[in-house]
């Protein structure tokens, strides 16, 4: 599942192309995946590209918004007579010819794009497609007013890279809860974005058993998980985010933060502190990986 990093980055890579552009048509091949009226869209320029936790939020030159939610196995893949480029859940649209059985809505556009930070430097007027797939049909486009999206965010915490987020925060929010400390720290309503793979490195960073409850962990303990997590998601943004299975080295798709992961994916292996081979153990439905040495 793409977590915050990978989150970060599609919106940074698709920033570069998209903003300008004009949406001319929006095909829905699946009405589960799109919520709203497609036609909305239609003639709308595209002003701006956020995120917020997982969401990318897409603005226009009118009131309506566009969010997506790409949950367990969505892309998002930009795609013009230069380059591809996007992100997402790693599989073989990355590379294959699209639409693709998987494909679920398709947006046309049209504009010019200047990008000095795509490699390479590419200038376009011609029509561009952008591309949602999604194996499972989990995620999801929605078209919404302000509102709208006001109240799709008022349930979520601040992201942990947020400067309103500091462990004077996360120890409010955590001292009474009896639940794991790593199932607290993936709660969204917490710390937004906060996935998978960075809560099981992050915990290991800052030496705490991801079993504990959350309550147990004093200020100068939660001062280290805040300290560890915002380093392993940073990192991760730095890195792209992470690509755990194939197409690691696909220019404009993969990240590299599986090169430097310290406990996920890594059963058996050693630990990078002391050497014991690390376990795994299903927690909440996820698989979590931790040195019965070092995490306390």
């Known amino acids: 599942m793409p977590e915050l990093p990978e989150v970060e980055t599609i919106a940074r890579r698709l920033r570069e192309v998209v903003v300008g552009k004009t949406i001319t048509k929006v095909a829905v091949?699946?009405?589960?995946?799109?919520?709203?009226?497609?036609?909305?869209?239609?003639?709308?320029?595209?002003?701006?590209?956020?995120?917020?936790?997982?969401?990318?939020?897409?603005?226009?030159?009118?009131p309506e918004k566009m969010l997506v939610h790409l949950k367990m196995t969505g892309q998002l893949i930009y795609q013009d007579q230069n380059i591809r480029l996007g992100g997402g859940h790693p599989t073989a649209d990355w590379v294959n010819e699209l639409p693709s059985k998987y494909t679920r809505v398709i947006l046309d556009l049209a504009g010019t794009t200047s990008s000095k930070n795509v490699q390479p430097?590419?200038?376009?007027?011609?029509?561009?497609?952008l591309f949602f797939n999604d194996l499972r049909v989990f995620g999801w486009l929605k078209v919404m007013t302000d509102a709208e999206v006001e109240r799709e965010f008022?349930?979520?915490?601040?992201?942990?890279?947020?400067?309103?987020?500091?462990a004077a925060?996360?120890?409010?929010?955590?001292?009474t809860r009896g639940i794991p400390i790593k199932q607290a720290?993936?709660?969204?309503s917490v710390v937004a974005g906060v996935g998978n793979i960075y809560a099981n490195d992050a915990l290991h960073l800052a030496g705490i058993d991801p079993f504990?409850?959350?309550?147990?962990?004093?200020?100068?303990?939660v001062a280290k998980v805040y300290q560890a997590t915002l380093h392993v998601v940073r990192t991760g943004?730095?890195?792209?985010?992470?690509?755990?299975?194939?197409?690691?080295?696909?220019?404009?798709?993969?990240?590299?933060?599986?090169?430097?992961v310290r406990t996920y994916g890594r059963e058996g292996e050693p630990c990078l502190i002391?050497?014991?081979?690390?376990?795994?153990?299903?927690?909440?439905?996820r698989s979590t990986f931790y040195c019965t040495i070092c995490q306390k």
Not at 212 to 221: G, I, N, V, W, Y
Not at 274 to 281: N, S
């Open 212 to 221: 504990r409850p959350a309550k147990s962990l004093s200020f100068a303990e």
């Open 121 to 129: 430097t590419v200038t376009t007027a011609s029509t561009a497609k």
């Open 154 to 166: 008022s349930l979520l915490g601040p992201d942990i890279i947020d400067p309103a987020v500091s």
């Open 274 to 285: 002391c050497g014991t081979p690390l376990l795994r153990k299903k927690q909440a439905g």
């Open 29 to 62: 091949l699946r009405e589960k995946s799109f919520l709203g009226s497609p036609t909305s869209l239609e003639g709308a320029t595209i002003t701006g590209i956020s995120r917020r936790s997982k969401i990318i939020q897409f603005e226009f030159d009118r």
């Open 237 to 260: 943004i730095e890195l792209g985010g992470a690509t755990m299975h194939d197409y690691r080295h696909v220019d404009g798709f993969a990240g590299q933060y599986q090169t430097v």
């Open 185 to 188: 720290l993936m709660d969204n």
């Open 169 to 175: 925060y996360l120890f409010e929010k955590l001292h």
